[in-house]
Every structure is written in structure tokens, then in C-alpha cells.
Nanobody, 121 residues
């Protein structure tokens, strides 16, 4: 009943930029925190950036000053602007959104399908 659709990944040269989007649709009563995780081959999935419903943000130390997370509550969409990309940013990026479907329920974490970001010359 709830879908998250990601877009915006691809191949970019070091120093380049990409913008990821993740749109939530379906039976949504309200949305809480939204975030982006990534998983590189052979590594655990890690939090890249998160944004709360009030707009406060958190970033992994490795991306501070280069990545910016934002959200459009009217479109149920979260964005990740990635600048000054490095080869070590190469990973599959997943969005994660806390969604309440029914007003009597607690938020449940939904995941996007993942989008590949490759930084290489």
C-alpha cells in the first residue's frame, strides 16, 4: 500500500554532483523522519543523512559539507544533493521513511529499492 520510488543515481566523475530523489506514495496518514543510507560492496549499510519532520538534519562525518538532505512535505519526497563526490561514495543508496498508515498505528520504516551511485573516472 506504500511505495517508495528512488531516482537520480548514475555514474559521475570524481568532483561531480548528483541529486537523488525518493517519493513516497500510497495510503499515507503522516510521515516522520526521512533518510538516506548506503551500502558499498562488502560493507554494512550505513546512515548517510537524516531529516526529521521538523527539518533538523544529521549527517555522517564522511559527507558533512558535501551532501545536503532536504524534504518536500507536500510531495512526500526526500532529496539528497551530493556534491564533490569521491570514489569512496560509490554504493547503492537507499531511502528510508517512517510512515504512519493508520492514525492508531506507530510509524513503520519503509525502504526504497536502492539506486546505484558510481564515482569513477
Amino acid at each position: 500500500q506504500v511505495q517508495l520510488v528512488e531516482s537520480g543515481g548514475g555514474l559521475v566523475q570524481p568532483g561531480g554532483s548528483l541529486r537523488l530523489s525518493c517519493a513516497a506514495s500510497g495510503s499515507i496518514f503522516s510521515i516522520y523522519a526521512m533518510g538516506w543510507y548506503r551500502q558499498a560492496p562488502g560493507k554494512q549499510r550505513e546512515l548517510v543523512a537524516g531529516i526529521r519532520s521538523g527539518g533538523s538534519t544529521d549527517y555522517a562525518d564522511s559527507v558533512k559539507g558535501r551532501f545536503t538532505i532536504s524534504r518536500d512535505n507536500g510531495k512526500n519526497t526526500v532529496y539528497l544533493q551530493m556534491n564533490s563526490l569521491k570514489p569512496e561514495d560509490t554504493a547503492v543508496y537507499y531511502c528510508n521513511v517512517g510512515i504512519v498508515v493508520l492514525p492508531t498505528e506507530d510509524p513503520f520504516d519503509y525502504w526504497g529499492q536502492g539506486t546505484q551511485v558510481t564515482v569513477s573516472s
